[in-house]
Every structure is written in C-alpha cells, then in structure tokens.
C-alpha cells in the first residue's frame, strides 16, 4: 500500500485553498494540471511509498513517539508558487509562512523515525507547502505562471493538534486517503 505522513489542513484553509484554485483554473484554463480537490488538500511531512501491511504498525508506533514529544505548533498558510520554478513549473503550492522552525523540527523527527525501519531519507531540502496541483505539461502555463507571481494572499492559519499516517488509494479520478493512525502532538487529545 501507497503511505504517507501529512497534517491535515481545517476545512476553512481547505476551502480558501480550494477557491484559490478554481480561480489560477478560471485564469489559466488552458493549463494541463491536474488540481487536487480541496477535501484532498493536505500538507505532507514525508512520502513512504510502499509499504507492506505488517510494517504498518511499526511505523504508526515510531511516529507515535514523536508525536508525543513534539508540541502543538502554529501554522500560516500564504501565497502561491511552483515547484521548481516558473520556467518549467511541475507543482503548484500554497505556502506555510508561519510556523516554519516547528514543522521543520517534525519534519526532521519524521524522517529519523521512519529511517531505521528502511525508508531512505529525503535529499532535498523539506519546504512546507500544500500541493495544490503538478502540471502535466507546459502546454497553457504561461497565464497560470503570471497569476501565481501576482498572488499573496493569506489562506488561513491554525494549529496543529495531530500528525496522521495515510494510505492513498489511487483512482483514475484522482488519489483517495484513507487515514490509518491519528497521532496526537504532546498534551493534545484527538
């Protein structure tokens, strides 16, 4: 099975994320993305690929720990961009502002808690963002470049109560999540 580990996002920065989206469509409509739906948004701490259904409970264990050791934390999502830039964009993203020491610091305690049960940590640098859709082509980017460039807009901020281990279910439609483990951060209860 296809796992992840991500912090949900409230329903009113899903929606506000949402909006954003069908506007850069409405601007740029000619643009070959597929946009992910605002009840998918997510932010994603680290992607593990696939997983046997016995490491499952290993792995929820592990990130139950530093769950337990990381405190609520506060998060603002703002502005738009593309990964990994205008010239040859592949991910549109909303971007965390505020917050961004602390899920750096989950960040990092994911990835060492995952790695002694063999997922490989990740090279690139970890840059807290929202996907909101990966181009497919180039075919159409030249609007949907120029109203990201254009965009600052604030989409909401909230505090993080929770980590979860999702399993991605994926569909000719679009992935399905399917939430495996709910992990409170330290003194939250889920």
């Known amino acids: ?6 912090i949900d996002l409230p329903a009113d920065v899903r929606g506000a994320l949402g909006a954003a989206g069908d506007d850069l469509r409405v601007v740029a409509p000619r643009a070959d993305v597929r946009w992910v739906g605002a009840a998918a948004l997510h932010l994603t701490l680290k992607f593990l690929g696939e997983v046997p259904e016995e490491r499952v409970a290993a ?22 961009g593309v990964f990994p830039g205008p010239s040859r ?4 993203w909303a971007g965390i502002t505020d917050g961004l020491p602390e899920l750096g610091s989950l960040a990092a305690a994911v990835e060492r808690a995952v790695e ?34 254009a965009r600052g807009t604030r989409y909401g901020t909230w505090k993080v ?6 399993r991605s279910h994926l569909r000719r439609t679009g992935s399905v999540y399917e939430p495996l483990a709910t992990l409170p951060l ?4 889920v």
């Not at 792995?59 to 738009?80: E, F, V, Y």
């Open 116 to 149: 002694p049960l063999g997922f490989a940590p990740e090279r690139r640098p970890f840059r807290g963002h929202v996907t909101l859709g990966r181009v497919r082509s180039p075919r159409g980017c030249g609007p949907l470049a120029r109203a990201i460039d």
């Open 89 to 92: 964009p592949r991910v549109v």
């Open 1 to 6: 099975m296809r796992c992840f580990v991500a």
């Open 59 to 80: 792995i929820r264990d592990s990130l139950a720990a530093i769950a337990a050791a990381t405190r609520q934390m506060t998060l603002t999502c703002a502005g738009l």
């Open 186 to 189: 330290g003194g939250c209860v």
């Open 161 to 166: 109560a929770h980590v979860v281990l999702y």
